[in-house]
């Protein structure tokens, strides 16, 4: 299996951007992962449905609370990510803190190692509160990705980037996900306050769901990250949809550096636009 | 260490408490930090909250000497502390008007708020109105329906309420939606959260912003009987009325301190929404504390008569205060409190509001276990015009529709 540093080493020698795909864990996931990934996703974030996600926008709840329902637990996310990374490339869990905290953050991280993870993506612990997760971290060797928004102060971006392992998360836009008819204003300069203080490399996620703006983004940020844009697809569509929107943005990672912003706003695909 | 010197620069009592948020948030939060530091530096704003305590929302509120109440119990004095007298009803306005001074000072334009039985989001919308904000208020919709008499009162005072439809459609999913509200809007909003609750600097605001009741019921009880009271009691949602009237009583180690939340049907089973008694320490909303949760660490549906206690989280510092000893936490089940509600009506004239009455159903068991020579101060924190529908229900009050 390749690490997430091996995945990146290799886009940036193909100069091309890396294609992160995520989908919350339960009914459909694996399958959907599967196609995602013989579409050309690079690397695979599985979701830890949580009751209360007060970073996602309607499309993620709607799959969450169904995962929800159909009793998907934290086992179950294992479970996952043992058959993604079997496949080959990298997984990473998401998750909001109160599960790990629950299911204890140590045992967590012998679990996910044991399960071929490769890290974890926490968007509400602070580093301030993260010094139990990263010891766990670095004893199992998982990457610890945490998130900077375009609020964070320099200050902020350079302590939470020298956290990072792997990549670094930038939030392209204040708010929750969804997917996005404009890709982001701000995030290049976000993307750059990034590399002024690290070389981990940065991923650019919230908003993206066209290949147009996959290419958009890869012109400014080593990976790009698409989560509403695969929920939607797979809750209308399933496995099918997910690996032909995975085909769309991996053909955009793939376009010629360095990319001239297109003129006009990308056209948005139809119902996929804020929801 | 005692509760004033806490929480501490990260916004932690104990181990509770903390800023677990998106990242998103954190520069709000640090903004919020530093404008409520300074505004209680500048002797004009604090002057202004004070003028505005006294001339807008009615402070003091009056004490109450519950003399038939007392008799009843047939313990000790109980005395009450009369928030249900303040402006727009309960003790919400305290910090509601603190908040929106805070979002004025810090030059944003839009206010947004959760609320579950109402009473926090009409204080809002009040404050909102007074000082010429925009304001937004969510409030799950099973709330909506049970006290659709503050909905219209907040649409009167010019506010929006959304009713939330997602998850249990109560006030733990209208926190959650005021959160992305705020985490979208953060630039012009401000989020007045209406407990003691939330990330840091949230707890420790509330709490200062509603200590103004202790500090005139700890000077109106030594007035009236020459001494401290024995017990402080309190309802417990998020749990800003107890930790106002509290706060002024931790450092007097002789004085009891007794929360009381909401037991539903009772703790033995799955409806109810009593956190201490029946919970575990885990992360919401931005704090940790005690949380129902199940051993995945999923927040649980509550259940409760009174829509203002049917959280399943709590203030950290309360949690702290539980972890200590300091005070102690009661469960208080759907029928007591509607008891409660029916006796201090007519022994003393005062209809409070249902989350008030699991205090005062407290205050009567706990006037009964200390005896005659003791004295017991209740935060009266509401008052039950909002109430009187499910009141109508529970007691069958209302005669049946002409022609029927
Ligand atoms: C009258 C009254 N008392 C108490 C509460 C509970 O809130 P807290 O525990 O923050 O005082 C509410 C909440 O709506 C209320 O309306």
New interface residues.
């Given amino acids: 299996m390749n690490t997430l540093a091996e995945v990146f080493a290799a886009a940036r020698a193909e100069r091309r951007g890396v294609l992160v795909g995520y989908l919350p864990a339960g009914p459909g996931a694996d399958e959907a992962f599967a196609a995602m990934v013989a579409a050309g996703v690079d690397a695979v974030e599985v979701g830890l449905p949580?009751?209360?996600?007060?970073?996602?926008?309607p499309v993620i709840?709607e799959a969450v609370?169904r995962a929800?329902a159909a009793g998907t637990?934290?086992t179950d996310v294992l479970r996952t990510v043992e058959g993604v990374a079997r496949a080959g490339v990298p997984v990473l869990v998401m998750t909001y803190?109160?599960?790990?905290?629950?299911?204890g953050p140590a045992r967590w991280a012998a679990d996910l190692a044991a399960a071929g993870g490769a890290g974890l993506i926490t968007?509400?612990?602070?580093p301030?509160?993260a010094g139990p997760w990263l010891a766990a971290a670095e004893e199992h060797r998982l990457d610890p990705v945490?998130?900077?928004?375009?609020?964070?102060?320099d200050a902020?971006v350079a302590r939470?980037a020298g956290l990072c392992r792997g990549f670094v998360y930038a939030?392209a836009v204040?708010?929750?996900t969804g997917a996005r008819r404009e890709t982001s204003a701000v995030a290049p300069g976000l993307v750059a306050r990034v590399r002024a203080v690290t070389d981990t490399p940065v991923g650019v996620g919230l908003g993206v769901s066209t290949g147009d703006q996959a290419a958009e983004v890869a012109g400014y940020a080593d990976a790009v990250i698409v989560g509403s844009a695969f929920v939607r697809t797979v809750l209308d569509s399933g496995a099918a949809g997910a690996g032909k929107l995975a085909a769309e943005l991996a053909e955009g990672v793939r376009r010629p550096l360095p990319r001239p912003v297109p003129a006009a706003a990308p056209p948005a695909a139809p119902g996929l636009d804020g929801i | 260490m005692t509760a004033e010197a806490l929480p501490d620069a990260s916004g932690h009592f104990g181990r509770f408490g903390g800023r677990f948020v998106p990242e998103a948030l954190i520069a709000a939060l640090d903004e919020l930090s530093e404008a409520y530091a300074s505004a209680r530096r500048d002797p004009g704003w604090t002057a202004e909250l004070d003028r505005l305590l006294r001339t807008y929302v009615g402070r003091p509120t009056p004490l109450t000497d519950a003399a038939r109440l007392t008799a009843h119990a047939g313990g000790a004095r109980i005395l009450l502390k009369r928030e249900d007298l303040a402006h727009t009803g309960s003790h919400k306005l305290n910090n509601a008007l603190g908040q929106a001074l805070l979002a004025r000072r810090m030059g944003k334009t839009r206010v947004i708020a959760e609320t579950g039985a109402g009473q926090h989001g009409v204080a809002t919308a009040t404050a909102c109105a007074y000082l010429g904000l925009d304001c937004v208020v969510y409030m799950g919709e099973e709330d909506t329906v049970r006290q659709a008499l503050n909905v219209a009162r907040m649409r009167m005072l010019g506010a929006t309420v959304v009713p939330v439809t997602t998850g249990t459609r109560t006030l733990k999913d209208a926190i959650t939606e005021a959160m992305r509200d705020w985490v979208t809007n953060v630039d012009s909003t401000h989020y007045v959260i209406g407990s003691v609750m939330g990330p840091h600097p949230f707890p420790m605001l509330v709490r200062d912003f509603q200590r103004v009741i202790g500090d005139e019921a700890r000077q109106q009880v030594q007035e009236l009987v020459g001494r401290l009271p024995d017990a402080v009691t309190a309802c417990v949602g998020g749990g800003s009325n107890a930790m106002g009237i509290f706060s002024a009583f931790v450092p007097d180690a002789t004085v009891d301190l007794v929360g009381y939340e909401a037991g539903g049907l009772g703790v033995e089973g799955a409806l109810h929404a009593a956190t201490i008694a029946a919970g575990s320490p885990g992360v919401l909303h931005g704090m940790r504390t005690f949380l129902l949760q199940d051993p995945d660490g999923q927040t649980l549906s509550t259940a409760s008569i009174s829509a203002g206690l049917d959280y399943p989280g709590v203030g950290p510092e309360h949690a702290w205060l539980h972890d200590t000893g300091r005070a102690t936490y009661r469960s208080v089940t759907d029928g007591q409190a509607m008891d409660a509600l029916k006796l201090l009506a007519h022994t003393e004239g005062i209809l409070c509001a249902i989350e008030t009455a699991h205090a005062v159903h407290g205050a009567v068991e706990l006037a009964r276990e200390l005896g005659p020579d003791k004295v017991v101060l209740v935060c009266l924190s509401g008052r039950g015009d909002k109430d009187m529908d499910t009141a109508a229900r529970w007691f069958g009050l209302l005669d049946p529709a002409p022609g029927r």
Avoid: C, H
């Fill in positions: 949580y009751s209360d996600p007060v970073l996602d926008g709840q609370d929800l637990s934290p803190w109160n599960p790990i905290e629950r299911y968007p509400d612990l602070p301030e509160e945490f998130l900077v928004a375009p609020s964070s102060t902020r939470i939030t204040m708010g929750v």
